[in-house]
C-alpha cells in the first residue's frame, strides 16, 4: 500500500459569482488522481458533481447548481484524500428574468411562464407578462456595482413586478446613462404600452358580445314563455331549448377557440419536448459524443459520461430513455472491442498497457483483459527471438561484416530480451500488486479480484518466463554449442553453416555479452532459480572458450617453428623459448575474464571431467612445442633455410663464431636445441607453470612433471645424437693411430715425445670444445665430460689389449696416457678416472728415476709445444655437469 495523499485543497474559483448553472473552473491542489478518483464537490452547500468534469489533480470544470446559500465553499472530496477545504468562496447571485421573446446565450427554463398562463385562477391573461424593455430605450447595464445598489436600496427590488419594486434604482441599473429626451420618450413609450393593453382588454370583450347577446335573448325569451303559459306546459320546451341554446354556444365557442387551442396544444407539446430534451440532452447527445471522443482518443471522457449515464438511466422504465441508453451500451461494447485490440497489440508500451488495462476494468469489460495482455506479450517476445534466429540465418551466405554473423546475433537476441523483459516482468508486478487499476494501491474489490487471480496464475506465469529463458538459451546453444543440442532441437533452434567455429577472443565477447544481460535480468529481481539456465549456459560458453583458446594456442605454438631464426645469443638461447612462453602468457591474459567468476557463477574447474580436459589440453600445448624443438633440431640440413642466420659476436669471451653465410649443420642445431632445452627445464616451464597457479588451473603439478619428463628425453636423445656424432670419429682414430707404421709396444725406440695420433685426438676434441663453447658455454663441462669418458675409455681398452710391453713401450704409453689425463683434467669424471687408472694400471711400473725424469721432461715439452691449443682445457666459467 503507498501512502495517503494529502487532502484537496481549492485555491481559486473563477468567475468567483454568478446565477446559477454558470460554469466555473476550480483551481487548487491534490484536486484527485483521475475522474474516478472524484467523488464529492459542493458549491454553496449544493452538489455539483454530476455536472463535474476532472482536468487535471490542480483543474476541475463545473456548473452551480441551486445553492441553499447565497454565498459559501468549494468543498472537494476524492477517495485518495478525502475531504478538503477551500480558501476562497463562491457567492450565488439572484436570477435576472428573461422574457420569452428575449434573446439569450442559454436555454431559459420557461415552466413559470407557462404555469402563469395555464392557471386560470390567477387570470393574469397572457398579454400582461412584463415586457423586457418597458421603456423602449437603449439599456446600459453594469456601470455600478450590485453590492452598491443593493446598500443604496435596502429592502426593495429592481424587478417592477415585485411589491418592493424601486424606480429609481431600475433606471439606475438600466438607464443611468440616459439623457432626458431619452427619458421623456421612454414616457411615451409607457402611456403607449398602457393603451395597447386598454384596447387589447376591450377588444377582448367586445369580440364575444353577439355571443353574449344572444344568450342574453334566449334567456329573456324562456322568461317570457313561463310567465305566459306556466311553469309545467314550457318546462320541455325549456330544456330543449336551453340545450339548443347551449349547443349552439358550445359550437361558437369551439368555432371560435379551435384554430387558438390547437396551437397552444401544439405550443405545449413543443416546448414540454423542448423541455425534455434540454433537461435530458445529456443522454440523447451521448451517442454522438462518444463517437467523437472515441475518434478524438478521450477515453476517459467517455468513461466517465458511461458513469454517470449507467448511474442516472441504467435502471430507467421510460422507453425512450431505454432505447437511447441501449445505443450507449452498444457504442460502449465496441469500445470494449476496440481498447482490448489496442491492449493486445504489439509493440506497445507499459504505460499504454496499463492505460488500457485501466479503460477496460473501468468499463467492466468481461474476463481479465491484464493476464491476456501477459499472454499476448509473452508470445510477442518469443516470437521476436525467432525472427531474430531466422533472418540472420537466412542472410549468413551473404554476410561481410567483420565480427561473425553468430557473434551479431547473440548481441541483437539478448538486446532484444533485455529490453523487452522488463516491462513484461514489471506488467505482472503491476498485476500482482494491484497497481494496474489504481495508481494510489487503496483497497478495492477489483484490486482483491486482481491479486486473486495472480496468485492462481503465479505458475503459469513462471512457465512463461522460464520459456523465454529457454529458448534464449536454445538459440544461443544452436549458433554458438550446437553440438549440446538434444536430437529434435537443431531445426528450431540451429540450422546455422558451420564453417569454422569462433576463437576465443570471439567467445570471450559473447560470453561478455551474455553476462551484461544476465545482470540486467537479476536486476528485475526475477528469482534465480528462473535464471539458473543462462548461468547454466554461460558456464558451458566459459568451458568452450577456455577448450578452444588451448586448441588455437597448440596451434600457433605449431606454427613457432617457422619463426625460429638460429639467431643465437651470450646464453645460447634463440628468440624460441621466448616466443613459446609469450605465447602462452597471452592465451591466458586472454582468459582472465572467462576464468574469473562473476557473482552467482560457478568456478570453471568445479568439474572433475573439465579439469582433465584443461589439465590434457595444457600438457598437450607443452608437448607441442617440445614436438617442435625435436622437429627443427632433426631436420636434414636441405630442410632449413639458414642464410639469415647470424651468431652475436658482442661477448668478449667467445674466440669463435659461425659465418654469418655459413649454413648451420646438424650438430649445431642439435646443440641450438640442446640449450633451449635447458633454459626451458630451469626457466620458461617454472614461469608457465606459476602463470597457470595464477589463473587459478588446476593439475599444475601434473602439467609440470610430465612436461618436464618429456622434455628430458628430449634433451636426452639429442644429447645421445650429438655425442655420438661428434665421440665416435674421435674414439675410432685413436687405433689406427696407435699402430700406424706397424707401431709395436715390444719393440719401439726411447720415447721422444707424444705422437702425433694424439695430438690429433686433442685437436679433435678442441675443434668440438670450440663448436660447443660458440654455441653455449654451459654445454661445454656437459659434452667434454662425455668426450673425455668416450677416449679414455677406448683408450683403457686399447691398453688392456696390449700383451706386453717394452721398457720404452711403456714409458711411451705412460706418457701418451699422462699427457692427456693432465691436458683434459677440468673435465675428468668418476668414470673417466677410473678408465685412466685402469689403463695405467695395465703398464710395466717405472723401475728408475731417469725414466720417471725422462717421462716429466716430455710432458713439460709437450704442454709447452701445444700451449696455444690446450689453453681451452684451463680454465672453465661453467660448473661440471654430470651427464
Known sequence: MSRARQPPLVTGISPNEGISWTKVTIRGENLGTG???????????????????????????????QAKNDKGDIIVTTKSGGRGTSTVSFKLLKPEKIGILDQSAVWVDEMNYYDMRTDRNKGIPPLSLRPANPLGIEIDKGRFPQKDLETLFPGMSADFTSENFSAAWYLIENHSTASFDQLKMAVVNLKKQANKKSEGSLAYVKGGLSTFFEAQDALSAIHQKLEADGTEKVEGSMTQKLENVLNRASNT???????????????????????VLQRFKFLFNLPLNIERNIQKGDYDVVINDYEKAKSLFGKTEVQVFKKYYAEVETRIEALRELLLDKLLETPSTLHDQKRYIRYLSDLHAPGDPAWQCIGAQHQWILQLMHNCKESYVKEQKAWRYKAPQQVVFVEKLTKLVVSQLPNFWKLWISYVNGSLFSETAEKSGQMEKSKKNARQRQNDFKKMIQEVMHSLEKLIRGALLPFSLKEGESRQYGGWEMKSELSGQWLTH??????????????LEIPNDMLQIIQDLILDLRVRCIIVTLQHTAEDIKRLAEKEDWVVDNEGLTSLPSHFEQCIVHSLQSLKTVLDCKPGEASVFQQQKIQEDVCQLSIGILQVFIDCLEQLSTKPDGDIDTSHLSVDVSSPDLFGSIHEDSSLTSEQRVLIALSNCRYLERHTFLNIAEHFEKHGFQGVDKITQVSMES?????????????????????????????????????????????????EALVNIIAVHAEVFTISKDLVPRVMSRIVEAVSEELSRLMQCVSSFSKNGALQARLEICALRDTVAIYLTPESNSSFKQALEALPQLSSGADKKLLEELLNKFKSSMHLQLTCFQTSSSAMIKT
Open 35 to 65: 475522474p474516478t478518483d472524484l467523488i464529492g464537490l459542493t458549491i454553496c452547500g449544493h452538489n455539483c458533481l454530476l455536472t463535474a468534469e476532472w482536468m487535471s489533480a490542480s483543474k476541475i470544470v463545473c456548473r452551480v447548481g
Open 253 to 275: 365557442a369551439d368555432t371560435l377557440f379551435q384554430e387558438v387551442l390547437g396551437r397552444k396544444d401544439k405550443a405545449d407539446s413543443t416546448r414540454n419536448a423542448l423541455n
Open 510 to 523: 559473447v560470453i561478455q555479452t551474455v553476462r551484461l544481460s544476465s545482470e540486467s535480468l537479476t536486476a
Open 711 to 759: 622434455l628430458k628425453e628430449l634433451d636426452q636423445r639429442l644429447f645421445e645424437m650429438y655425442i655420438e656424432s661428434k665421440a665416435d670419429p674421435i674414439v675410432g682414430s685413436l687405433e689406427p693411430g696407435i699402430y700406424a707404421g706397424y707401431f709395436d709396444w715390444k719393440d719401439c725406440l726411447v720415447p721422444a715425445g707424444v705422437r702425433n695420433y694424439l695430438k
